[in-house]
């Protein structure tokens, strides 16, 4: 059975920082591209920021230099280092795997992060 479970969100005042983590069990986490996401409401989730197996990152524009992502291949865990927060990264915070061969992939429960002004 397949589990992503994210931890790590809440409530932080603009400027603050927050540290995601998702704990993968299930999957060959190395063979694994990890991504987070977030979902604002009534919109669709969009890429936050993913890396590969191999450590190459990829960042969505309005969270460069403020956000670092990073994963642990000997604890299965993927984390999301959010600086410099504003009100606009409000959003509920998804982990994804993707299997570099075959694209199966999987979505875990979220964590709601809210930044206030």
């Known amino acids: 059975q397949v589990q992503l479970v994210e931890s790590g969100g809440g409530l932080v005042q603009a400027g603050g920082s927050l540290r995601l983590s998702c704990a993968a069990s299930g999957i060959i986490f190395k063979f694994n591209t990890m991504g987070w996401y977030r979902q604002f409401p009534g919109r669709q989730r969009e890429l936050v920021a993913s890396i590969t197996p191999g450590g190459s990152t990829n960042y969505e524009d309005s969270v460069k230099g403020r956000f670092i992502i990073s994963r642990d291949n000997d604890k299965n865990t993927v984390y999301l280092q959010m600086n410099s927060l504003k009100p606009e990264d409000t959003a509920v915070y998804y982990c994804?795997?993707?299997?570099?061969?075959?694209?199966?992939?999987?979505w875990g429960q979220g964590t709601q992060v809210t930044v206030s002004s």
């Open positions: 994804k795997s993707t299997r570099i061969i075959g694209r199966l992939s999987y």
